[in-house]
């Protein structure tokens, strides 16, 4: 059962957001200010925080930045403060998610069970995975790729083009998925560039980018990761 720590000053707010997570089948811990929260966060150790930014004790951003310097753990901010500048400053300090009061408690679920999902993910290429016997490495640690004992020389975008394709073999994924998953909301570029990103994957991939072996195209659809069979 995946441990999330909430902390507000609020008890009314704490005790609905702990009923809807505990619902949700998460276990839930609490605590109301600054000092309660650091206590909790290192007995504990929470696969998520729930962070408040109005505390009585210390700033949300200043236990953000406490926490990100000793943990990965996801973070999602909640705060009354709705400028933009506000959410810039959230994010630029290490969360991964802003929501605004007052706000539906089932659209936390909603975002919980997204940054819980995203950080796994992560999680799961922290170390070297190995397919198709080992002639193709990709290890996340390290932000590195190996194909049949040689490394790469990707650059990011190729790189987070593959390791988006990888996470998720057997999948068809769209050029305006890849597009979000891979390169973020800001990319500006056309979506076909997509397909010179691929193009330029496979000549470093591939033994034979005519015939492709791990990364497929799916013809009016987008691209599949795929160990093809010889």
Request: proline fraction near 3%; charge should be neutral; glycine fraction near 6%.
């Given at each position: 059962?995946q441990k999330?720590l909430?902390?507000?000053?609020e008890?009314v707010i704490?005790?609905?957001?702990?009923s809807?997570?505990?619902?949700a089948?998460?276990?839930?811990?609490t605590?109301?200010?600054?000092?309660?929260?650091?206590r909790?966060?290192?007995?504990?150790k929470?696969?998520?925080v729930?962070?408040?930014?109005?505390?009585p004790?210390?700033s949300?951003?200043d236990?953000?930045?406490?926490?990100?310097?000793?943990?990965?753990?996801?973070?999602?901010?909640?705060?009354?403060k709705?400028?933009?500048?506000s959410r810039?400053r959230?994010?630029s300090?290490?969360?991964?998610d802003y929501?605004?009061?007052?706000?539906?408690?089932?659209e936390?679920?909603?975002r919980?069970?997204?940054?819980?999902r995203r950080t796994?993910e992560h999680?799961?290429l922290?170390?070297s995975?190995?397919?198709?016997?080992g002639?193709?490495?990709?290890d996340?640690?390290?932000?590195?790729?190996?194909?049949?004992?040689?490394e790469l020389?990707?650059?990011?975008r190729?790189?987070?083009?593959?390791v988006?394709?990888?996470?998720?073999?057997g999948r068809?994924?769209?050029?305006?998925?890849?597009?979000?998953?891979?390169?973020?909301?800001?990319?500006e570029?056309?979506l076909r560039?997509?397909?010179a990103f691929?193009?330029?994957?496979?000549?470093?991939?591939?033994?034979?980018?005519?015939?492709p072996?791990?990364v497929?195209?799916?013809?009016?659809v987008g691209?599949?990761?795929?160990?093809?069979?010889?």
């Amino acid at each position: 059962m995946q441990k999330i720590l909430v902390v507000d000053d609020e008890i009314v707010i704490i005790d609905v957001i702990q009923s809807y997570l505990e619902k949700a089948g998460y276990q839930v811990v609490t605590a109301t200010n600054g000092v309660e929260c650091m206590r909790q966060f290192i007995l504990y150790k929470p696969d998520l925080v729930i962070l408040d930014l109005m505390l009585p004790d210390h700033s949300g951003e200043d236990l953000c930045k406490t926490i990100r310097a000793q943990s990965d753990v996801a973070v999602i901010m909640v705060t009354a403060k709705s400028s933009i500048n506000s959410r810039i400053r959230g994010l630029s300090l290490g969360a991964d998610d802003y929501l605004i009061k007052p706000f539906d408690p089932r659209e936390l679920i909603t975002r919980v069970k997204t940054v819980l999902r995203r950080t796994e993910e992560h999680r799961l290429l922290a170390y070297s995975i190995e397919w198709d016997d080992g002639k193709l490495i990709i290890d996340d640690k390290r932000h590195k790729v190996f194909a049949r004992g040689e490394e790469l020389s990707l650059t990011s975008r190729e790189y987070d083009l593959l390791v988006t394709l990888a996470r998720h073999p057997g999948r068809v994924w769209t050029r305006d998925e890849l597009v979000v998953r891979a390169f973020g909301f800001q990319y500006e570029g056309d979506l076909r560039t997509i397909d010179a990103f691929i193009k330029t994957l496979r000549q470093k991939l591939e033994e034979n980018p005519r015939q492709p072996r791990y990364v497929h195209t799916v013809y009016g659809v987008g691209y599949r990761f795929e160990v093809k069979p010889l």
